[in-house]
């Protein structure tokens, strides 16, 4: 969107646009991109989920690695590069759609960075690639990289919130001031961007302490008053772990539990046990979460006064 400002342009964030970003990898941010889209989906949101990393996991969370429209994150490559329209997105479930990464991603700093050095502005790349369908929808969430500092600039140019998933060990803690610092850095072309909350992640059940340190450690790096979501998400590897291999998240494999057959009928007929029990707990964690960050989304449109209807924060 472009407001016109006493004869200069600013581009503006794309107003429903939440980037999942932390420049560290393995600290829950497709995890819990895919969990909060799938179930923001299956509440009747319609969520445009953006993968900007060229390892493409998200594919494998939803199960779409092998569809024939996966491009392997060429069509977004092109759209942020060339400025020609993105790729039909992959329907990946009711109201759910995916802009897929992947390798070809992996140029996509190096053509924006020479783009730089001839001193051309790329900040709006992606906002611009992404706008014809993130105002179309009602949730686009957008999964960054970890490490690759320009994808991260441009993801929190383009997005109006910003989630930070983290694990609870000091040197992660302390490693927030990077992401910090992206924060500070995408401000000076997006005045509209803000940390919608920290949410800790891959924590061990029981694990009280841990979690009270953790928030004070985050106070003392990202600031004091820093958003914290309540809800913080269980360490569950075992259940992680199918939803890469069966392409189902996390609350379609909880679902498939409560219908399951007894595991001990599987387990008595020397049959693997494919749906891990920590499935319902770790689902009923990211529902917690997806409540807590609609409700905030809600409440900030409320306080602008938008002319969008508010969000409805979904009914746990
Ligand atoms: N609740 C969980 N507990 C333990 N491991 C998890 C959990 N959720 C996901 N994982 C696994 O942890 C690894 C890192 O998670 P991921 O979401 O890919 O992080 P990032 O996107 O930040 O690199 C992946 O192998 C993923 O399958
Ligand atoms: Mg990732």
């Not at 420049?23 to 995890?31: E, I, L, P």
């Not at 759910?96 to 960075?113: E, I, K, M, R």
């Not at 940390?195 to 340190?213: D, S």
């Not at 008053?225 to 890469?244: D, Q």
Request: aromatic content about 4%; hydrophobic content about 45%.
């Amino acid at each position: 969107m472009y407001i016109m400002h006493a004869g200069m342009i600013s581009a503006m964030a794309l107003q429903r646009a939440v980037a999942i970003g932390n420049g560290k990898g393995g600290c829950g941010k497709s995890s819990t991109a895919a969990a909060v889209a799938g179930l923001s989906a299956a509440a009747d949101y319609e969520v445009v989920l953006v993968d900007l990393d060229p390892q493409g996991d998200l594919a494998d969370e939803l199960g779409v690695r092998d569809h024939p429209d996966n491009d392997g994150g060429d069509g977004l490559l092109r759209a942020v590069t060339a400025g020609v329209p993105l790729p039909k997105p992959i329907q990946a479930r009711p109201n759910l759609y995916l802009v897929p990464g992947g390798p070809a991603l992996y140029d996509l700093s190096g053509v924006l960075l020479s783009r730089q050095s001839r001193g051309q502005s790329v900040s709006d790349a992606l906002t611009n690639a992404l706008q014809p369908i993130a105002d179309n929808a009602e949730l686009c969430i957008i999964d960054t990289p970890p490490g690759d500092v320009l994808l991260q600039n441009l993801a929190l140019t383009a997005a109006r919130w910003l989630i930070i998933p983290t694990t609870v060990d000091t040197s992660s803690i302390r490693a927030l001031h990077n992401i910090a610092d992206r924060v500070g850095e995408a401000r000076r072309d997006n005045g509209d961007l803000e940390v919608l909350g920290v949410v800790l992640w891959n924590i061990p059940v029981a694990a009280k302490r841990i979690r009270r340190e953790a928030r004070a450690t985050i106070d003392q790096v990202l600031g004091k008053g820093t958003t914290m979501f309540t809800t913080t998400i269980r360490s569950a590897p075992a259940a992680a772990y199918e939803v890469r291999v069966q392409g189902k998240l996390v609350h379609e494999l909880a679902e498939a539990v409560e219908g399951a057959e007894p595991f001990w009928k599987a387990l008595r007929e020397g049959r693997e046990v494919r749906t891990p029990g920590t499935a319902p707990a770790l689902a009923a964690e990211y529902i917690q979460l997806t409540d807590e960050i609609l409700t905030r989304m809600a409440a900030a449109e409320a306080d602008a006064g938008a002319g969008a209807p508010p969000m409805e924060a979904m009914v746990p």
